[in-house]
Protein backbone atom coordinates (compact mmCIF):
# COMPACT_ATOMS: atom_id res chain seq x y z
CA UNK A 1 0.00 0.00 0.00
CA UNK A 2 1.45 2.90 -0.74
CA UNK A 3 0.49 6.70 0.66
CA UNK A 4 0.83 10.17 -0.33
CA UNK A 5 1.90 11.74 2.53
CA UNK A 6 0.31 15.76 2.34
CA UNK A 7 1.98 17.94 5.17
CA UNK A 8 3.20 21.39 5.93
CA UNK A 9 6.42 20.65 8.87
CA UNK A 10 8.21 17.67 10.27
CA UNK A 11 10.72 18.21 12.69
CA UNK A 12 13.11 19.54 13.34
CA UNK A 13 11.42 22.28 11.41
CA UNK A 14 8.29 22.47 12.97
CA UNK A 15 6.65 25.73 15.13
CA UNK A 16 4.18 23.57 17.02
CA UNK A 17 2.21 19.81 17.46
CA UNK A 18 1.21 19.15 14.11
CA UNK A 19 4.96 18.63 12.77
CA UNK A 20 5.21 16.23 15.32
CA UNK A 21 2.22 14.36 15.38
CA UNK A 22 3.06 13.74 11.89
CA UNK A 23 6.31 12.73 12.25
CA UNK A 24 5.08 10.15 14.80
CA UNK A 25 2.17 8.82 13.17
CA UNK A 26 4.05 8.13 10.25
CA UNK A 27 6.82 5.98 11.91
CA UNK A 28 3.75 3.86 13.15
CA UNK A 29 2.57 3.15 10.21
CA UNK A 30 5.75 2.44 8.50
CA UNK A 31 5.85 -0.52 10.77
CA UNK A 32 2.55 -1.89 9.12
CA UNK A 33 4.68 -2.02 5.71
CA UNK A 34 2.81 1.03 4.21
CA UNK A 35 4.58 2.73 1.76
CA UNK A 36 5.02 6.57 2.76
CA UNK A 37 5.76 9.34 0.23
CA UNK A 38 5.59 12.79 2.68
CA UNK A 39 5.71 15.68 0.51
CA UNK A 40 6.74 18.80 2.27
CA UNK A 41 6.84 22.54 0.94
CA UNK A 42 10.37 22.98 1.87
CA UNK A 43 13.61 20.78 1.16
CA UNK A 44 14.52 18.93 4.66
CA UNK A 45 17.57 17.40 5.45
CA UNK A 46 16.82 15.58 7.48
CA UNK A 47 16.83 11.68 6.96
CA UNK A 48 13.87 9.59 7.92
CA UNK A 49 14.31 6.27 7.36
CA UNK A 50 11.06 4.67 7.42
CA UNK A 51 9.62 7.22 4.65
CA UNK A 52 10.66 9.10 1.45
CA UNK A 53 10.56 13.33 2.33
CA UNK A 54 9.92 14.96 -0.97
CA UNK A 55 10.17 19.37 -1.40
CA UNK A 56 7.58 20.94 -2.92
CA UNK A 57 9.35 23.91 -4.04
CA UNK A 58 10.94 25.90 -7.31
CA UNK A 59 13.85 24.26 -8.68
CA UNK A 60 16.86 26.06 -7.66
CA UNK A 61 15.53 27.37 -3.97
CA UNK A 62 18.29 26.48 -1.32
CA UNK A 63 16.30 28.17 1.55
CA UNK A 64 12.76 29.26 2.74
CA UNK A 65 12.92 31.27 5.89
CA UNK A 66 9.98 32.24 7.87
CA UNK A 67 8.23 35.23 8.91
CA UNK A 68 5.31 35.87 11.51
CA UNK A 69 3.52 32.94 12.72
CA UNK A 70 -0.62 32.48 11.75
CA UNK A 71 -0.41 33.08 8.08
CA UNK A 72 3.09 33.64 7.30
CA UNK A 73 5.10 35.03 4.75
CA UNK A 74 8.05 33.24 2.87
CA UNK A 75 11.57 34.09 1.82
CA UNK A 76 12.94 32.12 -1.17
CA UNK A 77 16.96 32.18 -0.96
CA UNK A 78 17.98 30.71 -4.82
CA UNK A 79 21.46 29.19 -5.10
CA UNK A 80 22.47 32.17 -7.48
CA UNK A 81 21.54 34.51 -4.67
CA UNK A 82 18.42 35.86 -5.70
CA UNK A 83 15.88 36.16 -2.90
CA UNK A 84 11.85 36.55 -3.73
CA UNK A 85 9.04 36.84 -0.66
CA UNK A 86 5.71 34.76 -1.03
CA UNK A 87 2.77 34.92 0.93
CA UNK A 88 0.94 31.67 2.47
CA UNK A 89 -1.82 31.81 -0.27
CA UNK A 90 1.05 31.42 -3.09
CA UNK A 91 3.57 29.59 -1.03
CA UNK A 92 -0.27 26.87 -1.19
CA UNK A 93 -0.22 27.57 -4.99
CA UNK A 94 2.86 26.50 -5.33
CA UNK A 95 2.90 23.17 -3.15
CA UNK A 96 -0.55 22.59 -5.10
CA UNK A 97 1.25 22.40 -8.66
CA UNK A 98 4.39 20.74 -7.11
CA UNK A 99 2.34 17.66 -5.76
CA UNK A 100 0.37 18.06 -8.86
CA UNK A 101 3.42 17.45 -11.14
CA UNK A 102 4.77 14.46 -8.32
CA UNK A 103 1.22 13.17 -9.14
CA UNK A 104 2.56 12.46 -13.07
CA UNK A 105 5.78 10.60 -11.67
CA UNK A 106 4.86 8.33 -8.53
CA UNK A 107 1.97 5.80 -7.73
CA UNK A 108 0.25 6.25 -4.62
CA UNK A 109 -3.29 4.42 -3.56
CA UNK A 110 -4.75 7.05 -1.36
CA UNK A 111 -3.59 10.59 -0.30
CA UNK A 112 -3.56 11.54 3.42
CA UNK A 113 -3.64 15.18 3.85
CA UNK A 114 -2.65 17.37 7.45
CA UNK A 115 -4.72 20.63 7.74
CA UNK A 116 -5.80 23.25 5.34
CA UNK A 117 -2.54 24.05 3.86
CA UNK A 118 -2.63 20.79 1.68
CA UNK A 119 -6.20 20.39 1.52
CA UNK A 120 -6.36 22.10 -2.06
CA UNK A 121 -3.76 19.65 -3.25
CA UNK A 122 -5.22 16.26 -2.15
CA UNK A 123 -9.12 17.63 -3.67
CA UNK A 124 -6.93 18.32 -6.59
CA UNK A 125 -5.47 14.37 -6.83
CA UNK A 126 -8.76 13.52 -6.28
CA UNK A 127 -10.19 15.00 -8.80
CA UNK A 128 -7.32 14.10 -11.40
CA UNK A 129 -6.03 10.39 -10.34
CA UNK A 130 -9.53 8.94 -8.61
CA UNK A 131 -7.50 7.87 -5.75
CA UNK A 132 -9.78 8.16 -2.20
CA UNK A 133 -8.50 11.18 0.06
CA UNK A 134 -8.35 11.03 3.93
CA UNK A 135 -8.46 14.65 5.56
CA UNK A 136 -6.36 14.59 8.64
CA UNK A 137 -7.96 17.68 10.64
CA UNK A 138 -5.77 19.07 13.09
CA UNK A 139 -7.30 22.38 13.52
CA UNK A 140 -9.96 24.47 11.73
CA UNK A 141 -10.00 28.16 11.35
CA UNK A 142 -12.04 28.84 14.15
CA UNK A 143 -9.49 27.42 16.48
CA UNK A 144 -6.75 29.56 14.94
CA UNK A 145 -8.69 32.58 15.05
CA UNK A 146 -9.16 32.33 18.98
CA UNK A 147 -12.98 31.94 18.71
CA UNK A 148 -13.79 34.07 15.84
CA UNK A 149 -15.03 33.51 12.28
CA UNK A 150 -11.24 33.52 11.02
CA UNK A 151 -10.07 34.01 7.85
CA UNK A 152 -13.16 33.47 4.57
CA UNK A 153 -10.81 32.43 2.06
CA UNK A 154 -9.19 29.10 4.51
CA UNK A 155 -13.20 28.60 5.52
CA UNK A 156 -13.96 28.31 2.35
CA UNK A 157 -10.96 25.51 1.19
CA UNK A 158 -11.71 23.80 4.85
CA UNK A 159 -15.68 23.55 3.46
CA UNK A 160 -14.88 22.57 -0.05
CA UNK A 161 -12.63 19.59 1.00
CA UNK A 162 -14.87 18.21 3.95
CA UNK A 163 -17.71 18.03 1.78
CA UNK A 164 -15.15 16.27 -1.06
CA UNK A 165 -13.04 13.85 1.58
CA UNK A 166 -13.97 10.11 1.44
CA UNK A 167 -12.85 10.00 5.30
CA UNK A 168 -12.19 12.87 7.79
CA UNK A 169 -10.39 12.67 10.78
CA UNK A 170 -10.10 14.87 13.91
CA UNK A 171 -8.08 14.84 16.77
CA UNK A 172 -10.15 15.40 19.31
CA UNK A 173 -14.23 15.02 19.67
CA UNK A 174 -13.72 18.63 20.44
CA UNK A 175 -12.57 19.45 16.98
CA UNK A 176 -15.29 17.14 15.41
CA UNK A 177 -17.70 18.59 17.28
CA UNK A 178 -16.35 22.48 15.71
CA UNK A 179 -15.94 20.67 11.35
CA UNK A 180 -19.91 19.94 12.38
CA UNK A 181 -21.21 22.95 13.69
CA UNK A 182 -18.90 24.79 11.08
CA UNK A 183 -19.66 23.17 7.81
CA UNK A 184 -22.35 20.99 8.12
CA UNK A 185 -20.98 17.52 7.90
CA UNK A 186 -22.85 14.96 9.64
CA UNK A 187 -21.13 13.70 12.81
CA UNK A 188 -21.01 9.96 11.33
CA UNK A 189 -18.89 11.29 8.94
CA UNK A 190 -15.87 12.59 11.43
CA UNK A 191 -13.90 10.12 12.99
CA UNK A 192 -11.81 10.70 16.20
CA UNK A 193 -8.32 9.37 16.36
CA UNK A 194 -6.86 10.78 19.25
CA UNK A 195 -3.18 12.14 19.23
CA UNK A 196 -0.38 10.27 21.14
CA UNK A 197 2.93 10.35 22.84
CA UNK A 198 5.55 7.94 23.18
CA UNK A 199 7.63 7.48 26.23
CA UNK A 200 10.22 6.71 23.96
CA UNK A 201 10.78 10.53 22.76
CA UNK A 202 10.97 11.88 26.51
CA UNK A 203 14.63 12.32 26.42
CA UNK A 204 16.65 11.50 29.67
CA UNK A 205 17.51 14.93 31.83
CA UNK A 206 21.02 15.98 32.80
CA UNK A 207 21.70 17.41 36.47
CA UNK A 208 22.44 20.90 34.70
CA UNK A 209 19.30 22.97 34.37
CA UNK A 210 19.15 25.67 31.87
CA UNK A 211 17.31 27.95 34.29
CA UNK A 212 19.55 28.00 36.87
CA UNK A 213 18.16 31.43 38.03
CA UNK A 214 14.73 29.72 38.54
CA UNK A 215 16.51 26.65 40.65
CA UNK A 216 18.12 29.22 42.82
CA UNK A 217 14.51 31.17 43.36
CA UNK A 218 13.05 27.69 44.23
CA UNK A 219 15.83 27.16 46.70
CA UNK A 220 14.02 30.41 47.99
CA UNK A 221 10.82 28.67 48.45
CA UNK A 222 9.82 30.16 44.98
CA UNK A 223 7.76 27.43 42.88
CA UNK A 224 7.37 27.89 38.82
CA UNK A 225 4.18 28.07 36.58
CA UNK A 226 4.74 27.38 33.29
CA UNK A 227 3.32 27.63 29.90
CA UNK A 228 4.85 26.26 26.36
CA UNK A 229 3.65 26.98 23.06
CA UNK A 230 2.74 29.49 20.03
CA UNK A 231 1.96 33.32 21.60
CA UNK A 232 -1.34 33.59 19.24
CA UNK A 233 -4.88 34.36 20.17
CA UNK A 234 -5.82 30.99 19.98
CA UNK A 235 -3.60 30.22 23.09
CA UNK A 236 -5.57 32.35 25.97
CA UNK A 237 -2.24 33.64 27.62
CA UNK A 238 -3.75 37.48 28.42
CA UNK A 239 -5.98 35.26 31.08
CA UNK A 240 -3.00 33.57 31.86
CA UNK A 241 -1.66 36.43 32.94
CA UNK A 242 -4.07 38.03 34.56
CA UNK A 243 -4.80 35.16 36.64
CA UNK A 244 -0.67 35.11 37.40
CA UNK A 245 -1.58 38.70 38.81
CA UNK A 246 -4.33 37.05 41.15
CA UNK A 247 -1.88 34.51 42.06
CA UNK A 248 1.24 36.82 42.93
CA UNK A 249 -0.90 38.92 44.86
CA UNK A 250 -1.36 35.61 47.29
CA UNK A 251 1.87 34.39 46.87
CA UNK A 252 4.49 36.75 45.82
CA UNK A 253 7.31 33.77 45.66
CA UNK A 254 5.53 32.53 42.23
CA UNK A 255 7.14 32.98 39.10
CA UNK A 256 5.48 32.90 35.08
CA UNK A 257 8.24 31.34 32.68
CA UNK A 258 6.18 31.88 29.18
CA UNK A 259 8.32 29.74 25.97
CA UNK A 260 7.68 30.45 22.79
CA UNK A 261 6.86 33.04 19.99
CA UNK A 262 4.43 34.21 17.88
CA UNK A 263 2.12 37.86 17.15
CA UNK A 264 1.32 38.09 20.25
CA UNK A 265 4.68 38.18 22.00
CA UNK A 266 5.07 42.02 22.58
CA UNK A 267 1.42 42.62 23.58
CA UNK A 268 1.89 39.79 26.29
CA UNK A 269 5.21 41.45 27.58
CA UNK A 270 3.74 45.14 27.73
CA UNK A 271 0.76 43.78 29.51
CA UNK A 272 2.89 42.06 32.22
CA UNK A 273 4.11 45.10 32.99
CA UNK A 274 0.54 47.07 32.82
CA UNK A 275 -0.49 44.35 35.29
CA UNK A 276 2.23 45.05 37.48
CA UNK A 277 3.58 41.43 37.45
CA UNK A 278 6.74 41.81 35.21
CA UNK A 279 9.32 41.42 37.67
CA UNK A 280 7.57 37.44 38.04
CA UNK A 281 7.24 36.75 34.28
CA UNK A 282 9.77 35.48 32.15
CA UNK A 283 9.47 35.47 28.36
CA UNK A 284 12.01 33.52 26.83
CA UNK A 285 11.17 33.52 23.63
CA UNK A 286 11.12 30.41 20.78
CA UNK A 287 13.26 27.09 22.35
CA UNK A 288 13.76 23.59 21.07
CA UNK A 289 15.85 20.60 23.04
CA UNK A 290 17.37 20.86 26.41
CA UNK A 291 16.18 24.50 26.80
CA UNK A 292 12.95 23.23 26.06
CA UNK A 293 13.37 19.79 27.99
CA UNK A 294 14.13 21.84 30.74
CA UNK A 295 11.55 24.45 30.57
CA UNK A 296 9.13 21.53 31.56
CA UNK A 297 11.51 19.93 34.52
CA UNK A 298 11.84 23.33 36.83
CA UNK A 299 8.15 23.73 36.63
CA UNK A 300 6.00 22.99 39.16
CA UNK A 301 2.96 23.23 37.23
CA UNK A 302 2.28 23.45 33.65
CA UNK A 303 -0.51 25.57 32.26
CA UNK A 304 -2.23 25.66 28.67
CA UNK A 305 -4.99 27.95 29.11
CA UNK A 306 -6.22 27.90 25.42
CA UNK A 307 -9.23 29.18 24.01
CA UNK A 308 -9.71 26.14 21.46
CA UNK A 309 -7.14 23.77 21.72
CA UNK A 310 -7.82 20.88 18.93
CA UNK A 311 -5.79 18.70 21.06
CA UNK A 312 -2.62 19.66 23.37
CA UNK A 313 0.80 17.32 22.70
CA UNK A 314 2.51 19.48 25.39
CA UNK A 315 0.39 18.27 28.64
CA UNK A 316 1.21 15.08 27.63
CA UNK A 317 4.87 15.95 27.08
CA UNK A 318 4.74 17.84 30.17
CA UNK A 319 3.82 14.81 32.41
CA UNK A 320 6.80 12.84 30.54
CA UNK A 321 9.43 15.52 32.35
CA UNK A 322 7.42 15.04 35.91
CA UNK A 323 5.23 18.07 36.03
CA UNK A 324 1.33 18.18 36.52
CA UNK A 325 -0.98 20.24 34.26
CA UNK A 326 -3.86 22.69 33.92
CA UNK A 327 -5.65 22.61 30.76
CA UNK A 328 -8.57 24.32 29.19
CA UNK A 329 -11.48 22.23 29.35
CA UNK A 330 -11.64 23.20 25.77
CA UNK A 331 -8.69 20.76 24.47
CA UNK A 332 -8.54 17.88 22.85
CA UNK A 333 -6.61 16.54 25.41
CA UNK A 334 -8.56 16.78 28.47
CA UNK A 335 -10.78 13.83 26.63
CA UNK A 336 -7.48 11.68 27.21
CA UNK A 337 -5.44 12.86 30.37
CA UNK A 338 -7.58 12.49 33.49
CA UNK A 339 -5.34 13.37 36.08
CA UNK A 340 -4.87 17.25 35.31
CA UNK A 341 -6.97 20.21 36.62
CA UNK A 342 -9.41 21.24 34.34
CA UNK A 343 -10.97 24.87 33.54
CA UNK A 344 -12.43 27.00 31.34
CA UNK A 345 -10.58 29.67 29.66
CA UNK A 346 -12.20 32.55 30.27
CA UNK A 347 -12.85 32.12 34.13
CA UNK A 348 -9.59 33.58 35.48
CA UNK A 349 -10.22 33.69 39.38
CA UNK A 350 -10.77 30.04 39.14
CA UNK A 351 -7.48 29.19 36.64
CA UNK A 352 -5.61 31.38 39.87
CA UNK A 353 -7.34 29.31 42.46
CA UNK A 354 -5.99 26.02 40.52
CA UNK A 355 -3.10 27.29 40.13
CA UNK A 356 -2.32 28.36 44.12
CA UNK A 357 -3.92 24.87 45.09
CA UNK A 358 -0.78 23.30 43.48
CA UNK A 359 1.63 25.56 44.44
CA UNK A 360 0.69 25.37 47.89
CA UNK A 361 -0.35 21.45 48.20
CA UNK A 362 3.22 19.66 47.63
CA UNK A 363 0.67 16.36 47.95
CA UNK A 364 -1.51 17.10 45.34
CA UNK A 365 0.86 18.24 43.12
CA UNK A 366 2.90 14.43 43.50
CA UNK A 367 -0.61 12.98 43.24
CA UNK A 368 -1.07 14.43 40.08
CA UNK A 369 1.89 14.02 38.43
CA UNK A 370 1.94 10.61 39.49
CA UNK A 371 -1.53 10.16 37.91
CA UNK A 372 -0.80 11.79 34.94
CA UNK A 373 2.93 9.89 34.34
CA UNK A 374 1.14 6.62 34.75
CA UNK A 375 -1.72 7.58 32.01
CA UNK A 376 0.94 8.69 29.48
CA UNK A 377 3.62 5.98 29.92
CA UNK A 378 1.11 3.61 28.52
CA UNK A 379 0.55 5.75 25.53
CA UNK A 380 1.65 4.47 21.94
CA UNK A 381 0.89 5.60 18.34
CA UNK A 382 0.15 2.14 17.25
CA UNK A 383 -2.99 2.76 18.62
CA UNK A 384 -3.70 5.43 16.04
CA UNK A 385 -2.08 3.98 13.23
CA UNK A 386 -3.77 0.64 13.43
CA UNK A 387 -7.05 2.97 13.29
CA UNK A 388 -5.43 4.77 10.32
CA UNK A 389 -4.85 1.45 8.83
CA UNK A 390 -8.13 0.26 8.98
CA UNK A 391 -9.08 3.97 7.04
CA UNK A 392 -7.16 3.32 4.31
CA UNK A 393 -8.18 -0.70 3.90
CA UNK A 394 -11.71 0.32 3.79
CA UNK A 395 -11.77 2.73 1.03
CA UNK A 396 -9.14 0.79 -0.91
CA UNK A 397 -11.20 -2.26 -0.81
CA UNK A 398 -14.41 -0.11 -1.64
CA UNK A 399 -13.23 1.26 -4.40
CA UNK A 400 -11.92 -2.08 -5.71
CA UNK A 401 -15.35 -3.53 -5.19
CA UNK A 402 -16.52 -0.44 -7.45
CA UNK A 403 -14.04 -1.38 -10.27
Known amino acids: MKVLMLGWELPPHNSGGLGVACYHLCKSLAKKDIDIEFVLPYDSAEDHEFMKVTAAMPYGVKTILKAGIAYDSYKYVYKDGKIEWHDIYSQQAGYEAAVDALSDETDFDIVHAHD???????????????????????????????????????????????????????VSGHTKKMIHQDYNIPLENIEVVHNSLEASTIEPLDQDNTYRYLESLRGQGYRIVTNIGRLTIQKGLPNLLRAAQLVVQQRPKTMFLIVGSGEQYVELIELAAELGIGKNVIFTGFLRGKAWRDAFAISDLFVMPSVSEPFGLTPLEAAGYGTPSMVSKTSGVSEILYHALKVDYWDVDEMANQILAVVNNDPLRDQLTEGAQTEVFKMSWSKAADRIFDIYDHHLRRKAVAV
Open 116 to 170: WLTFRAAMRLKVKRDVPIVLHVHSVERDRAGGNAGNPMVREIEEMAFHMADHIIA
